[in-house]
């Protein structure tokens, strides 16, 4: 069974930040990364369709401890995603890349 839960986390995590990237209007995830009523209300919606989902398409309950794991994982994975996306927009090696779409 632990097997199963190790293999299920990344699964569910992935399957959050999907849910989480389809949201519309886009969510700050700076914003949200910090907490706010925004991410209390997300957090309620996706983790019971996560849990439905999962027992609808799989047959597994999954625990609460690990849909909170995996929804937490997903922001963070979202958010340092977001992070590392801005470094690179912001250095010098994007420049000659830049430069040349320019001509």
Same mark, same amino acid.
């Given at each position: !069974? ?8 990344? @699964?569910?995590?992935?399957?959050? +930040?999907?849910?989480?990237? /389809? ?8 914003? !949200? ?6 991410? @209390?209300?997300?957090? $309620?919606?996706?983790?019971? /369709?996560? $849990? *439905?989902?999962?027992? $609808?398409? *799989? ?6 401890? !690990?849909?909170?794991? +995996? ?5 963070? !994975?979202? *958010? *340092? ?23």
């Amino acid at each position: !069974m632990s097997s199963q839960k190790s293999e299920t986390l990344p @699964d569910v995590t992935y399957w959050l +930040a999907l849910e989480i990237a /389809k949201v519309d209007p886009v969510v700050d995830l700076d914003v !949200m990364y910090r907490g706010s009523m925004e991410l @209390d209300y997300l957090y $309620q919606v996706l983790t019971s /369709k996560a $849990q *439905h989902y999962w027992w $609808q398409e *799989h047959g597994v309950k999954l625990s609460p401890v !690990m849909v909170n794991n +995996a929804f937490f994982r997903a922001i963070a !994975m979202l *958010h *340092h995603r977001n992070l590392e996306f801005d470094r690179s927009r912001k250095t010098q090696e994007t420049a000659w890349v830049k430069e040349l779409l320019g001509r």
